[in-house]
């Protein structure tokens, strides 16, 4: 049976085992507080080791079949089916997520190892013709290797593997670094499922560490090619700059601070449901959530009632009961965080339409009003139950508040006139923007990714594949070259 429990080791040459440091993580329930296991964590000699033992499989994997290799992920999605029920627990206890969240972050998770599972069968090259008499160019498409993966804590499960699965389906090693804040669901159940599917021993690696403990070295190590990072903009900021110094490509999915623009034409109810799911869908501590609510002034007061009354009927509580929408965020200190900014809002003028409650690491929905684009929560990612609104009169208007951050994730634009809401999108300088629908979207053939501070990179589908490979090019010459001296 799966559990917090007997999962909470490392996973290093394909044997369960402790970290090599004395010092221990503690695993606790956001919720209640419980602990619910804890596990010694891994040292530089433990991540060397993981490095070290993906590097040798991966010279064996690179030259398995790849109807074989696409074979084991879809057995990685079987065996997820199975124990569908027992993964939802994990999710749930671990990170204080709704059965809502679980259900939402498995269904991803399953459709992102399936289109993995078709990359063993697109390790496709090209012949092209050369300048040369009596010659061939080959571009071969081949694996850059090793991967080092550091996932988040929000969503642990499903951003972890949309890099490990299509690292493995593309035919590298991966060493994965989960968030000390989900060891199992962003690690060790990972390599559980994936081990269970038959994948080569050593292959994948699970370190369980803290930055205290390891400092760079998961970043430094020779061995990995890519650094794929999810996680806040500070830190991804130091990764990349670690990455690049040690000439290793990072991959960078980053903050957000998503616009949802509301404009005088939009369905009102319709547009309340998708900016209510766009903000509170597990707690807000989601890169692409909704942080600021742009409205035309003409529907305003309408909006406000309306998105009020059903912000107000979302039920915070115990992540377990079934009709749970708000669980707790990851900790004190976010919990902390938003409470300095709702304060830090009402100190430079906002207004606060609702007013919800901090209970521990509960924290009841939010809305600030009277929000200026220079305000601090209208430029700083807030990841949590917190959203602010504001006014616009003209559509420039809007794009500019929409383009007045440093980040460049996501968005949304609520419209009756479809094209004119793809108009404005273009002038938006974000990665992702949706119209008529959520600023929370990611599917598994289209490309995903940040600008300006939001990120580096794009994966998923196609993208993910080109991330994950290299062209080698590999000439013929079938006759003799003439040369000049």
Same mark, same amino acid.
């Given at each position: 049976?799966?559990?917090?429990?007997?999962?909470?080791?490392? !996973?290093?040459?394909?044997?369960?085992?402790?970290?090599?440091?004395?010092?221990?993580?503690?695993?606790?329930?956001? !919720?209640? @507080?419980?602990?619910?296991?804890?596990?010694?964590?891994?040292?530089?000699?433990?991540?060397?080791?993981?490095?070290?033992?993906?590097?040798?499989?991966?010279?064996?994997?690179?030259?398995?079949?790849? !109807?074989?290799?696409?074979?084991?992920?879809?057995?990685?999605?079987?065996?997820?089916?199975?124990?569908?029920?027992?993964?939802?627990?994990?999710?749930?206890?671990?990170?204080?997520?709704?059965?809502? &969240?679980?259900?939402?972050?498995?269904?991803?998770? &399953?459709?992102?190892? &399936?289109?993995?599972?078709?990359?063993?069968?697109?390790?496709?090259?090209?012949?092209?013709?050369?300048?040369?008499? =009596?010659?061939?160019?080959?571009?071969?498409?081949?694996?850059?290797?090793?991967?080092?993966?550091?996932?988040?804590?929000?969503?642990?499960?499903?951003?972890?593997?949309?890099?490990?699965?299509?690292?493995?389906?593309?035919?590298?090693?991966?060493?994965?670094?989960? =968030?000390?804040?989900?060891?199992?669901?962003?690690?060790?159940?990972?390599?559980?499922?994936?081990?269970?599917?038959?994948?080569?021993?050593?292959?994948?690696?699970?370190?369980?560490?803290?930055?205290?403990?390891?400092?760079?070295?998961?970043?430094?190590?020779?061995?990995?090619?890519?650094?794929?990072?999810?996680?806040?903009?500070?830190?991804?900021?130091?990764?990349?700059?670690?990455?690049?110094?040690?000439?290793?490509?990072?991959?960078?999915?980053?903050?957000?601070?998503?616009? /949802?623009? *509301?404009?005088?034409?939009?369905?009102?109810?319709?547009?309340?449901?998708?900016?209510?799911?766009?903000?509170?869908? =597990?707690?807000?501590?989601? %890169?692409?959530?909704?942080?600021?609510?742009?409205? =035309?002034?003409?529907?305003?007061?309408?909006?406000?009632?309306?998105?009020?009354?059903?912000?107000?009927?979302?039920?915070?509580?115990?992540?377990?009961?079934?009709?749970?929408?708000?669980?707790?965020?990851?900790?004190?200190?976010?919990?902390?965080?938003? &409470?300095?900014?709702?304060?830090?809002?009402?100190?430079?003028?906002?207004?606060?339409?609702?007013?919800?409650?901090?209970? @521990?690491?509960?924290?009841?929905?939010?809305?600030?009003? #009277?929000?200026?684009? #220079?305000?601090?929560?209208?430029?700083?990612?807030?990841?949590?139950?917190?959203? %602010?609104?504001?006014?616009?009169?003209?559509?420039?208007?809007?794009?500019?508040?929409?383009?007045?951050?440093?980040?460049?994730?996501?968005?949304?634009?609520?419209?009756?006139?479809?094209?004119?809401?793809?108009?404005?999108?273009?002038?938006?300088?974000?990665?992702?923007?949706?119209?008529?629908?959520?600023?929370?979207?990611?599917?598994?053939?289209?490309?995903?990714?940040?600008?300006?501070?939001?990120? *580096?990179?794009?994966?998923?589908?196609?993208?993910?594949?080109?991330? /994950?490979?290299?062209?080698?090019?590999?000439?013929?010459?079938?006759?003799?070259?003439?040369?000049?001296?």
């Amino acid at each position: 049976m799966l559990t917090i429990q007997t999962l909470s080791k490392q !996973y290093i040459n394909g044997s369960w085992r402790d970290g090599g440091s004395r010092n221990k993580l503690v695993n606790v329930d956001p !919720y209640s @507080g419980e602990e619910l296991a804890s596990m010694k964590i891994g040292t530089i000699e433990d991540v060397d080791q993981a490095y070290n033992a993906s590097f040798r499989s991966q010279k064996e994997w690179a030259h398995v079949n790849a !109807y074989k290799k696409r074979t084991i992920l879809e057995n990685a999605v079987a065996y997820i089916e199975q124990h569908e029920e027992e993964i939802t627990e994990i999710i749930i206890q671990e990170l204080g997520a709704t059965r809502l &969240k679980a259900a939402f972050e498995i269904g991803l998770v &399953k459709n992102m190892i &399936k289109e993995a599972a078709t990359f063993p069968l697109r390790m496709e090259g090209k012949i092209l013709p050369s300048t040369e008499d =009596h010659k061939e160019n080959r571009l071969y498409r081949v694996p850059v290797g090793v991967v080092g993966v550091i996932s988040p804590f929000n969503f642990p499960f499903f951003l972890s593997m949309k890099s490990v699965a299509p690292a493995l389906g593309a035919g590298n090693g991966v060493v994965l670094k989960p =968030h000390e804040e989900t060891p199992v669901t962003g690690g060790t159940l990972i390599a559980k499922i994936f081990e269970e599917a038959g994948l080569p021993s050593g292959l994948l690696n699970v370190v369980v560490t803290d930055i205290k403990e390891i400092g760079d070295a998961f970043i430094e190590h020779p061995i990995p090619r890519i650094i794929s990072f999810t996680g806040s903009t500070q830190i991804g900021r130091h990764i990349g700059q670690v990455a690049m110094k040690n000439f290793k490509k990072p991959l960078l999915e980053l903050g957000g601070n998503s616009a /949802f623009i *509301i404009m005088a034409d939009a369905d009102i109810n319709y547009a309340v449901n998708a900016a209510t799911f766009s903000r509170f869908t =597990h707690q807000g501590q989601i %890169c692409m959530s909704a942080n600021r609510i742009v409205v =035309h002034k003409d529907v305003y007061e309408e909006f406000i009632k309306k998105y009020k009354e059903k912000v107000s009927s979302l039920k915070v509580g115990d992540p377990k009961e079934a009709d749970t929408i708000i669980g707790p965020v990851v900790n004190k200190r976010q919990a902390s965080t938003l &409470k300095s900014y709702i304060d830090k809002s009402i100190e430079e003028g906002a207004s606060i339409i609702l007013d919800g409650s901090i209970t @521990g690491n509960l924290v009841a929905p939010t809305i600030i009003g #009277d929000v200026t684009p #220079d305000m601090t929560v209208a430029q700083e990612e807030l990841f949590g139950p917190v959203v %602010c609104v504001m006014q616009f009169e003209t559509e420039q208007e809007a794009v500019n508040i929409a383009n007045d951050t440093r980040f460049g994730l996501s968005g949304a634009i609520h419209t009756s006139n479809l094209e004119k809401g793809v108009e404005m999108a273009k002038k938006i300088h974000t990665g992702m923007i949706h119209i008529n629908d959520v600023t929370i979207n990611d599917e598994p053939i289209v490309a995903f990714g940040g600008e300006n501070q939001s990120g *580096i990179g794009r994966l998923n589908g196609q993208w993910s594949l080109d991330e /994950f490979t290299t062209m080698k090019w590999i000439s013929l010459n079938f006759g003799q070259r003439t040369f000049p001296y």
